[in-house]
């Protein structure tokens, strides 16, 4: 498990622990605890976690990971919101447009 940990850290290329200051900032914003059922009839007992990154300068992203300790599932959602950055559009008052 924890080599696939680190595979999925290493995917860009940089640890998340390496990685310069790049003016991304992340967000826990929930952490579960999800039930798998098992074919043998048992239950595991993983983590959900949701992270949201941003750089305060109109591009957002939000990443999901799912693992059974916190931490990795926090590490696989970190390689995932990296991917999942857009650009949100702001009027000149730093307002979400309606239309």
Known sequence: MEAKVKK????????KRDRPNDG?????????????????GGKNLPFRVI?????????????????????????KSAVNDLRNIVSVPVTK???FPHR
Request: charged content about 30%.
């Open 51 to 75: 992270v949201v990154v941003g750089d305060k300068k109109m591009q957002v992203g939000v990443g999901v990971g799912k693992a059974k300790e916190v931490v990795d599932a926090i590490a």
């Open 24 to 40: 991304f900032e992340e967000r826990v914003v929930q952490v579960r605890r999800v039930t798998e059922v098992v074919v043998k």
């Open 8 to 15: 999925a850290c290493d995917l860009l290329g940089r640890k």
């Open 93 to 95: 008052y730093l307002t």
